[in-house]
């Protein structure tokens, strides 16, 4: 069955850094798309971050400060996150598609496109 569970979240000052992890189990990560997205209170679920068809997508506002990456080997997606701000405060989840698709690279941030989420870990940026 297939499973996502993230770790590594938690309270943080403004300017600091946090790294999450995803650890997948069910299925290999290897040709599968994978995302992070983050979702704060009253607002909509937005993309963050994804790894697709060997390159990397990010969204305007963690440009430069973010960082995915993923280990096959551990079946393990990361997302580094530095310079960090009180607007980056949210639930942060993890996600894959279910393998063997490429999409337009304007797809590969959009949420309608993962199939398998974990459960997501909080993130507070604040002094």
């Known amino acids: 069955q297939e499973q996502l569970v993230e770790s590594g979240g938690g309270l943080v000052e403004p300017g600091g850094s946090l790294r999450l992890s995803c650890v997948v189990s069910g299925f290999t990560l290897k040709s599968h798309s994978t995302g992070w997205f983050r979702q704060a209170p009253g607002k909509e679920r937005e993309g963050v971050a994804s790894?697709?068809?060997?390159?990397?997508f990010y969204a305007e506002s963690v440009m430069g400060r973010f960082t995915i990456s993923r280990d096959n080997a551990k079946n393990t997606i990361y997302l580094q996150m530095d310079r960090l701000e009180p607007e980056d405060s949210a639930i942060y989840f993890c996600?894959?598609?279910?393998?063997?698709?490429?999409?337009?690279?304007?797809?590969?941030?959009?949420?309608?496109?993962?199939?398998?989420w974990g459960q997501g870990t909080q993130v507070t940026v604040s002094s």
């Open positions: 996600a894959t598609d279910r393998g063997q698709a490429v999409y337009t690279d304007d797809l590969y941030l959009r949420a309608w496109v993962y199939s398998f």
């Open positions: 790894i697709g068809k060997g390159r990397t």
